[in-house]
């Protein structure tokens, strides 16, 4: 029950009946719901810390939506699935509320609530530098990692692609879980940030893409020296500890000094220009990204494409692509610059000279070693993998499965 029952003197009483009022005013839903879950078609076992709280949103959420269980529980229309995919799309939505994955339009249209998200993948300190906004160069992260995902690996695009080919009847998934993601997706296409939306925000905070601004907008044209000049002390010291290595260098130890001060000005930078409006876009768009991931990634989306022996998520985008552009990209240089630049972004928001340890600079080093060698790889063709070529590319995403 959404209304707890308390047991101390004087409330046990009045919290009773406002339980009570409240079973009586659901009717039938509570019972659609427990025996929803007790079918085992959703993973209950998600949810870790109240599974009942879920059940009270998915109660909320059918209370809201107009769905006709409310009088009569039917276990033979339960069994043979009539209403799986509204239950469906209330376990989603409860699902979301929780763990703050839902968006702004989810919210209106779902029931759910805006969610708390930080912007972040792993929690840091917050340094006390004056003028410097940790949660800001996060922000920019998620709208960085957003833009490569999202425009450049053309996610958005190719989700939408998939939910119109599926409501022509070109791509075959009648009913269940799949089914549901598919038609929400398609009942919220004309909801969700137009792509000149999004291009303006890339534009304003990371002066990404070739969008035009609104004459007030202040677009980061900075950025891209400051990011620039990161990417070349990372490349200028690797390049110094190779040489001292292979012994063509007698001068030693290589100085960071050089990164820490192009960290600081990413620092600032950012602090600057990632402000407003941005952060509630960039929520609104992780969600819809995500939304976006878990269409492509569905088991039976992903059973209806063929064309090798082992099939995933990956394939599924790569076959896509060439189905819908006539060509397919370069998608594993592009998702290891999205995670890999989204890595820094963290690193950078966390950057405090005083406690960054060599640990610190090694990983950040990594990072952008990679990020610049994957960046010089995009723009290649890529060519479909052979079997073993493909069991190591799986390998390689594996944290990538749960989109």
Not at 151 to 170: K, N, P, T, Y
Not at 374 to 395: R, V, Y
């Amino acid at each position: 029950m959404a209304e707890t029952i308390k047991f101390t003197d004087g409330q046990f009483e009045s919290s009773l009946k406002g339980a009570l009022s409240e079973v009586t005013s659901l009717g039938a839903i509570p019972a659609w719901v427990s025996g929803y879950i007790a079918k085992n078609e959703v993973d209950i076992d998600r949810v870790t810390d109240d599974p009942l709280a879920l059940q009270r949103r998915m109660w909320s959420y059918l209370d809201k939506s107009g769905a006709n269980i409310r009088t009569g529980f039917d276990q033979g229309k339960l069994d043979q699935g009539i209403y799986d995919e509204i239950l469906y799309s209330a376990y989603d939505t409860a699902l979301r509320a929780r763990t703050g994955g839902t968006d702004p339009l989810s919210a209106l249209h779902g029931g759910g609530v805006p969610g708390s998200w930080d912007f972040s993948v792993n929690t840091f300190e917050t340094i006390e530098e004056q003028g410097v906004l940790p949660v800001s160069i996060k922000a920019a992260g998620a709208i960085d990692y957003i833009y490569e995902m999202g425009e450049r690996l053309r996610i958005f695009d190719l989700a939408e692609a998939l939910v119109l080919d599926w409501a022509s009847g070109a791509v075959d998934v009648a009913e269940g879980p799949a089914a549901a993601k598919l038609y929400r997706y398609w009942k919220l296409l004309d909801d969700r940030s137009a792509p000149d939306e999004r291009a303006m925000l890339y534009k304003r905070v990371l002066n990404k893409g070739g969008m035009g601004v609104l004459d007030r907008a202040v677009v980061n044209k900075g950025f891209p020296t400051v990011w620039g000049a990161l990417m070349g002390e990372i490349a200028d010291y690797i390049d110094k500890s190779e040489k001292i290595e292979s012994g063509r260098s007698d001068v030693s130890p290589v100085s960071p000094k050089p990164i820490y001060q192009a960290l600081r000005e990413l620092q600032y930078n950012l602090s600057e220009h990632c402000t407003g409006m941005a952060f509630m876009q960039t929520q609104e768009l992780y969600a819809q990204l995500n939304d976006a991931f878990e269409v492509l990634n569905d088991p039976d989306v992903i059973a209806s494409f063929g064309g090798v022996r082992r099939r995933n998520m990956w394939t599924v985008i790569s076959e896509l692509s060439r189905r819908t552009f006539g060509s397919t990209m370069p998608v594993a240089p592009l998702v290891r610059v999205a995670v890999d630049g989204n890595r820094i972004y963290q690193i950078a928001a966390g950057f405090d000279e005083a406690t960054f340890s060599p640990d610190d600079l090694v990983e950040l080093v990594s990072m952008g070693e990679s990020y610049i060698i994957n960046s010089s790889l995009i723009g290649e063709p890529e060519t479909a993998p052979d079997d073993a070529e493909f069991e190591d590319f799986e390998s390689e995403f594996a944290d990538f499965d749960d989109f």
